[in-house]
Each structure stands twice: as C-alpha cells, then as structure tokens.
C-alpha cells in the first residue's frame, strides 16, 4: 500500500463526536441497566457506595455530570469498572466504493 493510499485512508474516517447531553444520557442508562440487572434499588445502591439517592437518580437520568470518583463508587457495588475508550471512528461513504 502506497503512503499516498494511507493518508487518503486516514483522512477518509472521521470522528463520531458526541455531545456532554449525550454521553450523560448514555452513562446514565449503563448505570440504570446496571443496577437493574444487579437487583438493586437507589437506595440499596446507594447504602452501599455511600452516594445520595438523589444523586444516584439525577446521574442515571443523564441530569448530573458526575465526576471520575463518583462512577468509580457507584461502579464498584455493581462489578463494572470506568474506563476510557478510543472515540470511534468511521469511514465516509467514498471510502467504503473504494
């Protein structure tokens, strides 16, 4: 493959950006299916992180913008992990007839 072909590659794929209202909509609803499966109410989650019910109900609703320390704990009773993922990408169409 030509370096010619690689950077027409690289600048074929773009980017998915979201939006702050979208991933607070999507940690929110991880969270929510997350306590759910685990059989937990808020506030069994919350004896159990030490977190407020209230903030626990505005973070799963995607209201509060919490920070790396409370997803750790509201994570941690729930046997998930926080973790950080490359964004993802996609190809435009005129890529994809090449």
Do not use: F
Not at 4 to 13: P, V, Y
Not at 48 to 76: H, M
């Amino acid at each position: 493959m030509s370096s010619t072909h690689n950077t027409q590659a690289a600048e074929s794929r773009t980017i998915v950006e979201y939006t702050p209202e979208q991933i607070r909509q999507s940690v929110g609803s991880q969270l929510h299916d997350a306590r759910k499966k685990a059989q937990l109410t808020q506030m069994q989650l919350s004896a159990a992180c030490g977190i407020d019910q209230a903030v626990i109900s505005r973070v799963e609703r995607g209201k509060a913008n919490p920070t790396l320390s409370l997803l750790q704990a509201l994570a941690t009773p729930l046997n998930m992990r926080v973790a950080l993922v490359p964004a993802r990408e996609h190809q435009d169409d005129e890529a994809d007839e090449e």
